[in-house]
């Protein structure tokens, strides 16, 4: 093999970044993998409108992905244009032509990634998603290489750029989520509809791939435990700051004896934890490994040119695979055997929460939510109300001693039923270190 | 191969954090892998004086490393003896016995690794290093893998722990330098001849490994301008804070349009900048990519666990280069092709500086330094000055813009010239984003 030649399906963001960083980049990535890395072929349904750089002259311009896949010069085809049905006929058709392939798909290696993998297996041929989860941060070489060797108890990360650039802004100027929402989309920070990203689905995604990596078990996303923040509000954080805290989506991975926890949710973090630190759009990871401890990484989550980075870091691992003629490849999720998944039964794992309630005001309040709390034995740590402005929409906020979420589902139902509630209780899980 | 097959050499602390992974972590390690690893002998000059796990029983003990490297059913060779003159010959008789090799040794790595890596490409086998610097934190498969498709710019990290330990400590308690030095002494925290960590040269030998593999070119080690922390003291501490800064010993690499520049030295850092609140005797790397720009890496520096988890790591990424059978090896400094190292000269980068004086007190003493800085074109940011209680010790700071280290040093040398004078001025780099 005199170069690597690489074809690109997929000029939109990512496509664009990657092609740039293949071009301008090209003389350090030749020195770093020994052979050149040439960009063969860039594929786009509407590549005949797309402007690409002067260094692009020579690259053949496709609109069909099938004249990438069966050019038998191409060693690697990178899958950029995201979705999951002709992605998926992308990444198949490729390894079944003997290409190395890498993806920035997290929707697809979410649902569909063993099923991949177990594709390049057959056709022995490298398969890498770097891009994604954690688009500019190199999780996964970190879990796949840097500390394989040990054995993860846990992982937190801020996954989705969206989501924490809202509750930054919502924090730092004290604003309204549909406020900040509505700006963000104005910016283009946020799609139209913003479902996937303050729903919490694009994070799920990301931690299914990233807990499976981590763990060696083939995590179905839908067991994932999900809530987005669109009823996190300015009240929330005003609490929060109280009791000095802030508010993150965080993505939560444990592993119990009795097997994995996994959740998406609001959580509150102490202020001098350094995940609370992690503001505007970038995305950070930290992971708590039996034998090294804490290790933490942080970078930008999405981009262009960050998750090009992560494209081309694939390329060049691709193409040190294919070059060493292995049949025995490395594996996309770090480990060559996986494990059966087992979920952890909801009483595995004990954490303080927060309730927060609006209620018509009457007295007697506190009273039955006490008494409620004590049926279910859960400890009360604290009771906290702001100076009161409005008597008919009263927040206020309960903080309860580590309880399972089993407990904590329990009472907040009963507490759900009380009728002078004006919507069920807020319930976020305050992060302590684990 | 049905296993891969390890012989540890040197049972100190990481010899025995790497020995309790590789025993109780066997079952993910084979998992990783595809095929068990399994120790078969550990070197010991002392072998018969230590008590090993009881999982150690059939592991052959012997005392002359010679006997590990000429065990034809050894595959890696790990050397965790530390200095340089024995390590040195364990790795090359490893290598030529046709072993792979890992080490944790970063004197020697720092000073005679692109030697040891030409003679691993001579005898076509592995060579790996991630424990030799940042031992926590995965940075080298990160810079050789993760972010491999990126150029980076610049890197500034905390690389150790002792010295990030005792300014810690200083600057949360107030406390003198020579005080906290005694106390990390006795809980063993730091070496009775604590030079190698104070004066910054253990700092300097992982700068010059990282910079080696994130630049490419070779630096030698000697190029690299270090200054330890003895001279920092608690009054520093105090103007610092009132400049909303903390001190680190921080070592920094940039490439430059004309060459590399590399320090290790105090340096003020703004509060909220994340390295400043990297504390205890954690290790912190911040890497700034043309493509992917900032991301930032953080753990534990050190211990017998957190080596051992890259010692580890590093044996699992031997075992997959040696199943892969290939002839083309991974360099370990993730560039194939090694450039030519050129020093940026002192006038490359510009950036703020902090000058400490502590003077007998007299009329004019400002004036003549503001005029020495005027006469060097240096701008100046502020003078400050606290609460004075001694009058005969008087410590005054004055902040100048950003200038160049050549102007600087030719400015300082000036001032030494002053007579009232009591030590020459400390100057530290106040760091910006770069």
Same mark, same amino acid.
């Given at each position: 093999?005199?170069?690597?030649?690489?074809?690109?399906?997929?000029?939109?963001?990512?496509?664009?970044?990657?092609?740039?960083?293949?071009?301008?980049?090209?003389?350090?990535?030749?020195?770093?993998?020994?052979?050149?890395?040439?960009?063969?072929?860039?594929?786009?349904?509407?590549?005949?409108?797309?402007?690409?750089?002067?260094?692009?002259?020579?690259?053949?311009?496709?609109?069909?992905?099938?004249?990438?896949?069966?050019?038998?010069?191409?060693?690697?085809?990178?899958?950029?244009?995201?979705?999951?049905?002709?992605?998926?006929?992308?990444?198949?058709?490729?390894?079944?032509?003997?290409?190395?392939?890498?993806?920035?798909?997290?929707?697809?290696?979410?649902?569909?990634?063993?099923?991949?993998?177990?594709?390049?297996?057959?056709?022995?041929?490298?398969?890498?998603?770097?891009?994604?989860?954690?688009?500019?941060?190199?999780?996964?070489?970190?879990?796949?290489?840097?500390? $394989?060797?040990?054995?993860?108890?846990?992982?937190?990360?801020?996954?989705?750029?969206?989501?924490?650039?809202?509750?930054?802004?919502?924090?730092?100027?004290?604003?309204?989520?549909?406020?900040?929402?509505?700006? $963000?989309?104005?910016?283009?920070?946020?799609?139209?509809?913003?479902?996937?990203?303050?729903?919490?689905?694009?994070?799920?995604?990301?931690?299914?791939?990233?807990?499976?990596?981590?763990?060696?078990?083939?995590?179905?996303?839908?067991?994932?435990?999900?809530?987005?923040?669109?009823?996190?509000?300015?009240?929330?954080?005003?609490?929060?700051?109280?009791?000095?805290?802030?508010?993150?989506?965080?993505?939560?991975?444990?592993?119990?004896?009795?097997?994995?926890?996994?959740?998406?949710?609001?959580?509150?973090?102490?202020?001098?934890?350094?995940?609370?630190?992690?503001?505007?759009?970038?995305?950070?990871?930290?992971?708590?490994?039996?034998?090294?401890?804490?290790?933490?990484?942080?970078?930008?989550?999405?981009?262009?040119?960050?998750?090009?980075?992560?494209?081309?870091?694939?390329?060049?691992?691709?193409?040190?695979?294919?070059?060493?003629?292995?049949?025995?490849?490395?594996?996309?999720?770090?480990?060559?055997?996986?494990?059966?998944?087992?979920?952890?039964?909801?009483?595995?794992?004990?954490?303080?929460?927060?309730?927060?309630?609006?209620?018509?005001?009457?007295?007697?309040?506190?009273?039955?939510? $006490?008494?409620?709390?004590?049926?279910?034995?859960?400890?009360?740590?604290?009771?906290?109300?702001?100076?009161?402005?409005?008597?008919?929409?009263?927040?206020?906020?309960?903080?309860?001693?580590?309880?399972?979420?089993?407990?904590?589902?329990?009472?907040?139902?009963?507490?759900?039923?009380?009728?002078?509630?004006?919507?069920?209780?807020?319930?976020?899980?305050?992060?302590?270190?684990?």
């Amino acid at each position: 093999m005199e170069s690597l030649n690489v074809g690109l399906v997929g000029m939109g963001n990512v496509g664009s970044g990657t092609l740039q960083i293949l071009l301008e980049n090209s003389e350090q990535l030749a020195q770093k993998l020994g052979i050149p890395v040439k960009v063969r072929a860039v594929c786009s349904r509407s590549i005949q409108q797309k402007s690409l750089p002067e260094a692009a002259a020579d690259i053949l311009r496709v609109t069909d992905w099938r004249d990438v896949v069966n050019d038998p010069d191409i060693h690697v085809v990178a899958e950029l244009i995201g979705g999951t049905d002709v992605a998926r006929q992308v990444i198949e058709s490729a390894l079944s032509q003997g290409k190395a392939v890498v993806t920035a798909n997290k929707e697809l290696m979410a649902r569909d990634g063993l099923r991949l993998w177990q594709a390049a297996s057959a056709a022995s041929r490298p398969l890498a998603m770097e891009a994604s989860a954690a688009g500019g941060i190199p999780i996964h070489s970190v879990l796949r290489e840097g500390i $394989a060797g040990d054995r993860i108890d846990a992982m937190a990360g801020i996954l989705n750029g969206t989501c924490n650039f809202i509750l930054t802004e919502m924090e730092k100027a004290g604003r309204g989520f549909h406020d900040v929402l509505a700006e $963000a989309q104005q910016l283009g920070y946020a799609e139209a509809d913003p479902s996937a990203d303050v729903d919490g689905l694009d994070a799920r995604s990301k931690l299914a791939i990233l807990a499976t990596i981590a763990f060696g078990c083939g995590v179905p996303v839908d067991d994932i435990l999900v809530e987005g923040i669109r009823r996190v509000s300015d009240v929330d954080f005003a609490y929060a700051a109280q009791l000095r805290h802030t508010i993150r989506l965080l993505c939560v991975a444990r592993m119990g004896t009795e097997g994995l926890s996994l959740s998406v949710r609001p959580t509150l973090l102490p202020k001098d934890a350094i995940l609370a630190n992690v503001s505007g759009s970038y995305n950070a990871i930290w992971v708590k490994g039996a034998y090294g401890q804490d290790t933490f990484y942080y970078g930008r989550g999405a981009g262009p040119l960050p998750t090009g980075v992560a494209v081309v870091s694939d390329i060049l691992h691709a193409g040190r695979e294919l070059l060493s003629g292995r049949e025995n490849r490395v594996s996309p999720y770090s480990f060559k055997q996986l494990t059966q998944y087992r979920a952890a039964p909801p009483e595995s794992f004990k954490q303080p929460y927060y309730l927060r309630f609006r209620v018509e005001n009457r007295f007697g309040i506190i009273a039955d939510l $006490a008494a409620i709390l004590r049926d279910h034995q859960i400890g009360i740590d604290a009771v906290g109300q702001l100076p009161i402005t409005n008597w008919r929409d009263l927040p206020f906020v309960i903080t309860v001693e580590p309880a399972t979420e089993g407990e904590i589902r329990a009472a907040v139902e009963t507490m759900s039923r009380l009728d002078y509630l004006l919507e069920p209780p807020l319930v976020m899980p305050m992060l302590v270190r684990f």
